[in-house]
């Protein structure tokens, strides 16, 4: 007898329960919390999920805009938030920390393959990610990065990051239905500075310091795709000195001139350094299409 029941198809959670539930996984001595949400039907966009790494202080309460505008298009994400009690360890920067906590998730979920949405200090850590186990990842799309504008110091470097701050406060008044998000992200900064100063001072100097570009040089050379999105309002990482980062053409190591393009697409856009939160639907609009197709998405800036 032929059994004609028909075959029931699990009910996916929705959005909200998901995200309600984070999971953590266990790096070193730290718990790193992250969220894993699949959307309502998988398609060929979610074969590849989306990992979104906040810059600092960021927490995934933060972003989470960003992850609901992907899940809607049919994309499977991710997003970490990195400990902030943790102890001052001397065997490791904190960017190395963040990156082991990048891929310590990834080899929790068993994933192969995927495509990264970075923000600010999270370019840097990811980058790093990608150096260390390039054929791990697809496509980099770095919004707002850090580690791109040349030297910088840490005195200016914090006064910046406290401008944006200021900047935030104004964006709520002016937009009360996003005062739950600043909120969010207001209060996460300053429990970051408050409950472990040592450790925000350790973190706004590694990030002053840091320079990805020979890093996005080499991954690029790996297969691995990379997008830049940097809004014109950023007082954090101005445009200005981005753009004039990539006019050196000589390499800063061997002094040899510079030929290759590693930069597939570079655009620039109206916002604040913290419009992929705060207005997350044109940013995520943009970064739909070129994790569709970066192959196709045309540069409306040379960096050449």
Do not use: C
Request: proline share 6%.
């Amino acid at each position: 007898m032929i059994d004609s029941t028909p075959e029931i198809t699990p009910r996916v959670p929705s959005f909200e329960e998901q995200f309600s539930k984070p999971k953590s996984v266990q790096i070193f001595n730290d718990k790193v919390m992250y969220v894993d949400i699949h959307p309502q039907t998988e398609s060929e966009k979610s074969a590849v999920p989306v990992l979104v790494a906040p810059g600092w202080g960021g927490s995934i309460a933060a972003i989470e805009g960003p992850l609901r505008e992907l899940t809607e298009r049919g994309r499977r994400v991710i997003a970490m938030s990195t400990p902030r009690d943790r102890g001052i360890g001397k065997e490791l920067r904190e960017e190395d920390r963040k990156m082991a906590d990048l891929l310590g998730i990834l080899q929790a979920e068993k994933i192969k393959k995927v495509d990264v949405v970075a923000h600010s200090e999270g370019a840097i850590y990811s980058s790093m990610a990608a150096l260390i186990d390039p054929e791990k990842f697809r496509y980099l799309v770095l919004v707002n990065p850090g580690g791109m504008i040349g030297k910088d110091a840490t005195p200016k470097l914090l006064t910046r990051f406290a401008l944006n701050t200021m900047e935030k406060a104004v964006h709520a008044t002016a937009h009360p239905q996003y005062m739950g998000t600043i909120g969010s992200m207001g209060a996460e900064g300053f429990k970051a500075i408050i409950n472990n100063p040592e450790l925000t001072y350790r973190e706004l100097h590694e990030i002053s310091r840091a320079d990805i570009h020979n890093t996005l040089r080499y991954v690029h050379s790996k297969g691995v795709g990379i997008f830049i999105i940097q809004t014109t309002g950023d007082t954090v990482f101005p445009i200005g000195r981005m753009v004039n980062a990539f006019k050196i053409k000589r390499d800063p190591i061997t002094n040899e001139p510079l030929k290759d393009r590693y930069i597939d697409g570079f655009y620039s856009m109206g916002g604040t350094h913290n419009e992929l939160s705060l207005n997350a639907k044109p940013i995520i609009d943009l970064i739909d299409k070129v994790l569709t197709n970066m192959g196709n998405i045309k540069s409306l800036e040379s960096v050449s």
